[in-house]
């Protein structure tokens, strides 16, 4: 059974960045396809950004698309979010998700086709 825990997440201004870290236990994530959800309050939890098992793939929402970058290292068991040019609407509690790469199609958007999650971490920016 993986665990994920989020970390990273603080207070910033408009345009600082951030880097988000989502280190996995109890099994390698090296098989599982990654992704960063977002929830701002009074909001559905949101698709930011996604990563194939290898790699080598990657998705984003298109709002944050050109600004943040979604990375993997297997040999750590951790993902990686990087934020840049925060803006205040970027402002959320911020999940990691998992999900085994099991051959078959992968909505690596939908909230649905995650089956692990983190508790989360809030992410302010202030304008």
């Known amino acids: 059974q993986v665990q994920l825990v989020e970390s990273g997440g603080g207070l910033v201004q408009a345009g600082d960045s951030l880097r988000l870290s989502c280190a996995a236990s109890?099994?390698?994530?090296?098989?599982?396809?990654m992704g960063w959800f977002r929830q701002a309050p009074g909001k559905e939890r949101e698709f930011v950004a996604a990563?194939?098992?290898?790699?080598?793939?990657?998705y984003y929402a298109d709002s944050v698309k050109g600004r943040f970058t979604i990375a993997r290292d297997n040999g750590e068991n951790t993902v990686y979010l990087q934020m840049n040019s925060l803006k205040p609407e970027d402002t959320a509690v911020y999940y990691c998700?998992?999900?085994?790469?099991?051959?078959?199609?992968?909505?690596?958007?939908?909230?649905?086709?995650?089956?692990?999650w983190g508790q989360g971490t809030q992410v302010t920016v202030s304008s």
């Open positions: 998700a998992g999900v085994r790469d099991m051959g078959r199609y992968i909505d690596y958007v939908s909230r649905a086709t995650y089956d692990v």
């Open positions: 109890g099994r390698t994530i090296s098989d599982h396809a």
């Open positions: 990563i194939s098992w290898s790699g080598s793939t990657t």
